[in-house]
């Protein structure tokens, strides 16, 4: 079966680094993407991970391990416009059929 | 921007009747899904298409159809609303990029009653 694991609340505060770790069992394994999403809007694509390792995309990075099926978002230098919620979302070959776990709720505070 | 529109934005209907909701896009994409999103959970995949009249079922298919007439709009139909799903619905494309990156439509907002 598929299962995915990502704490439910993490709070932070500004200008700080704050981790989320993201565990998952699927089939057909292809790669690790992340997405943010505030409060009322859509889902925003941050950053995806196919090789193992860390890609960095400015404030953001990520970081995937396929042996151990664990991966994380690591968001620096936090912002009051970073809370939202953030969402790993493990996909096989094809992107759209990506498996959303529910999400971890990131508050930041002055 | 996503290039998507999704109309309605919010609707309330009543068990029973049915419901459409549309997305609408302009940039010639050929993969569209629609997900579904509950309060405090993640997206589901409801059906998706590869293109024009080729359609598939996601995880929580049931109650749903959709259609793809043409390559601008896909459209997703409860044929009989219940209360379970009451949901914020998202339509979303991805591009041929190797990250596959996700784009979403800003979401329609269905309360059934």
């Known amino acids: 079966g598929q299962s995915l694991e990502q704490p439910s609340e993490v709070t932070a505060v500004e200008g700080a680094i704050v981790q989320i770790n993201c565990t998952y069992q699927?089939?057909?394994?292809?790669?690790l993407s992340w997405y943010q999403q505030h409060d009322g809007g859509a889902p925003t694509f941050l950053s995806y991970?196919?090789?193992?390792g860390l890609e960095e995309t400015g404030r953001f990075s990520s970081f995937l391990s396929r042996s151990d099926s664990y991966g994380y978002l690591l968001l620096q230098e936090l912002q009051m416009k970073d809370s939202a919620s953030y969402f790993c979302a493990p996909r096989g070959t094809n992107a759209g059929k990506s498996t959303f776990g529910d999400g971890t709720t990131l508050t930041v505070k002055p | 921007d996503a290039g998507i529109t999704q109309s309605p934005r919010h609707k309330v209907t009543e068990t029973g009747t049915p419901v459409t909701l549309r997305c609408h896009q302009t940039?010639?994409?050929?993969?569209m899904y629609w997900y579904r999103q509950d309060p405090g959970h993640g997206l589901r995949l409801i059906h998706y298409s590869y293109g024009v009249k080729d359609t598939d079922k996601g995880e929580v298919s049931d109650g749903y159809s959709v259609s793809r007439s043409k390559t601008e709009d896909f459209l997703l139909t409860l044929e009989s609303a219940t209360s379970s799903q009451t949901s914020v619905y998202f339509c979303?494309?991805?591009?041929?990029?190797?990250?596959?990156?996700?784009?979403f439509g800003e979401g329609s907002r269905l309360t059934v009653l």
């Open positions: 979303a494309h991805h591009g041929e990029s190797i990250t596959g990156e996700l784009f």
């Open positions: 991970n196919g090789l193992d």
């Open positions: 699927t089939s057909g394994f292809y790669g």
């Open positions: 940039e010639n994409h050929r993969y």
